[in-house]
């Protein structure tokens, strides 16, 4: 359970950090393509990253072979990645600059980090 948690928490604030960067000087064309109604392939990003990690850490940790248990543990680090991809991004969105995101972002891993529900008994 430490290894997952550990995982999965160090790929999400890995993620969330190398996303604010590129999300600040995006903004504009962010809402020219919000706009347009086009949308980026960055959740496909995304879901790589969920499959090769999924593949990697799910041999590792030495979990039962089946494939429900597979795509169930697919299904939370995909869905853990997205939110808190977009949570930077909506970080990103209401915070004047980049400094004061990442420490605003900083402030919600912490707590996430904190009542996640592994640290506390």
């Known amino acids: 359970m430490g290894c997952m948690y550990a995982t999965v928490l160090f790929l999400d604030t890995q993620n969330s950090s190398s996303v604010q960067p590129v999300v600040v000087v995006g903004r504009t064309i962010f809402y020219r393509e919000r706009a347009a109604g086009i949308f980026s392939l960055k959740s496909l990003y995304v879901i790589m990253q969920a ?3 999924d593949a990697i850490m799910y041999a ?14 697919l299904f939370i ?14 970080t990103i969105a209401v ?10 972002g900083s402030f919600f891993y912490g707590i996430w980090n904190l009542f996640s529900g592994f640290i506390v008994p």
């Not at 680090?77 to 909506?90: A, E, Q, R, V």
């Open 60 to 73: 590792m940790i030495g979990f039962e072979w089946t494939v429900r248990k597979f795509f169930w543990y």
């Open 77 to 90: 680090l995909f869905f853990t990645l997205l939110h808190f991809t977009s949570h930077d991004m909506m």
């Open 51 to 53: 499959v090769l990690c």
């Open 95 to 104: 915070t004047p600059n980049a400094s004061v995101a990442q420490i605003v």
